[in-house]
């Protein structure tokens, strides 16, 4: 690829163990046909993925999925990884988990454990997971604490919990949580099917944000509170990823990597296998990871646009997703000629129309989505 | 703010470390990472060894970089910067 810079290093390895999940959350990252996805890489292919990625830069894991402590092995690939050098992160919904096997965990060399939470109330949470489980959370949580363990408390706000923004905080205040995640709904795959009855409206964000900014002063060097505007609102696209291939790697249950994990969403585009390419031939040659790398993919307006170096023109799945092209600007942008399909979508996630039901993540959908 | 007799050590909230890939330090904390730079590196080095009073931190570096004049200024600037963003814990 004579010409072409060579590329950053991939910081940050997201290791997708596998699809299996006990929660059936409606805004789940995972693809539409999960369920069609049934080939797990085992423990030998996952340590030669973490030394791969280690030699060419890698220094944040992340062990996600799915439900990543459904996998037997996860010990041997946190010690193995602790090992080469990784700061370790185990991100979970916390079902199914015992104190013994957290225990486990931080005998193996684990860093830090991110508690994921659907929301404030167990009604909510247990609606939105599809399973009770909120209270086992909470005791997960004072758990990971309580052995010693830097906490992330997760919550993916949208309309359903935004309200309640308030009592999250204060929540997670109280099972003494390090940071807090209040992550914005990504609408790509189930979140974007259930986009109508998900999407905050502007008068719930008008409410949040003071209220977000109040507890991030309140808690200012206790708790620190990560807080974004969801993208729908800000006129501008975020940087995704910080760019396409630039540090985030992921790689999939079965192998493949991506530079994101929505990116098999994508056509036209053959992501590659951990088990048929090095990683480093991934990371620098592949076509794939190569083909929105610098701006020479991009389309009017952001061709020319003096933010390009600063957004990248923003998520190529969602340019995909909502305008039929990945090449076009991220229709969030107020510049972009797309910027219409956003404006509609606001004024259909509206709360006074007649509400459909949300589609849970579970094998029974995922198989009918298959069937399309 | 600082006293020379504290004991200073890398709070336990971080890990610091070698890169080699990126042939610097950096402070590691769950799901980030700052990238340090020569002189940050260098001072958070001694930093890391156990039971060290900052005065002993001074001398080292002033033993290490005998060529900068006023060595103290500069640690200290860094050192107030390190303790406000919590990378450092200061014990009497």
């Known amino acids: 690829m004579a010409g072409l810079p060579s590329p950053n290093k991939p910081l ?111 009604e909510l949470n247990d609606y939105l997971a599809g399973t009770a489980a909120f209270e086992h959370k909470q005791a997960i949580a004072r758990e990971v604490k309580k052995q010693g363990y830097p906490m992330v408390l997760c919550f993916v706000l949208h309309r359903q919990n935004t309200d309640n923004i308030a009592e999250i905080l204060d929540l997670a205040e109280e099972l003494g949580a390090d940071y807090v995640e209040l992550a914005t709904t990504q609408y790509y795959g189930w979140a974007l099917v259930n986009r109508d009855q998900l999407l905050p409206t502007r008068e719930q964000l008008q409410r949040a944000e003071p209220i977000a900014h109040a507890y991030q002063e309140k808690f200012k060097g206790k708790m620190k509170i990560y807080y974004v505007v969801p993208d729908y609102y800000e006129g501008r696209p975020k940087a995704c990823m910080n760019g396409w291939g630039n540090i985030f790697l992921t790689i999939a249950p079965d192998g493949t990597a991506l530079p994101c994990h929505s990116a098999r969403e994508l056509p036209n585009l053959t992501f590659p296998n951990v088990q048929e390419h090095s990683l480093k031939w991934i990371w620098e040659e592949s076509p794939a990871f190569q083909h929105f790398r610098g701006d020479e993919w991009m389309k009017e307006p952001c061709r020319t646009c003096p933010e390009k170096a600063k957004d990248f023109g923003g998520c190529r799945c969602q340019a995909y997703l909502l305008t039929g092209d990945a090449t076009n600007a991220d229709p969030v942008c107020s510049l972009s000629p797309h910027h219409e399909t956003i404006v509609a979508a606001i004024n259909q996630a509206n709360p006074d129309l007649p509400s459909k039901a949300l589609i849970f993540r579970n094998p029974k959908n995922s198989k009918q989505f298959s069937k399309i | 703010m600082i006293d020379i007799n504290q004991k200073i050590s890398i709070s336990p909230a971080y890990r610091f470390q070698w890169e080699e890939a990126q042939q610097c330090y950096v402070l590691l904390y769950p799901e980030g990472m700052i990238q340090l730079n020569f002189s940050a590196g260098e001072i958070l080095k001694y930093c890391a060894i156990p039971e060290q009073s900052v005065a002993t931190l001074l001398q080292s570096l002033q033993q290490a970089f005998p060529e900068i004049v006023d060595i103290r200024s500069d640690v200290f600037a860094f050192l107030e910067v390190a303790h406000k963003n919590g990378w450092i814990t200061l014990t009497e």
Not at chain 1, 51 to 57: D, K, S
């Open chain 1, 12 to 122: 940050w390895l997201l290791a997708e163990l596998t699809y299996a999940c006990p929660l059936q959350c409606p805004y789940c990252s995972n693809p539409l046909d999960f369920a069609q996805q049934k080939t797990e890489l085992d423990t030998e292919a996952w340590l030669k993925v973490l030394r791969e990625a280690r030699a060419l830069g890698a220094t944040q894991l992340g062990f996600s999925g799915g439900e990543p402590t459904t996998r037997p092995d996860l010990e041997i690939l946190i010690a193995e990884a602790r090992k080469m050098g990784y700061y370790t992160n185990l991100i979970t919904s916390g079902v199914g988990l015992k104190p013994e096997r957290i225990a486990a965990f931080k005998a193996a060399g684990l860093d830090h454990i991110q508690v994921s939470f659907q929301a404030s109330s167990a």
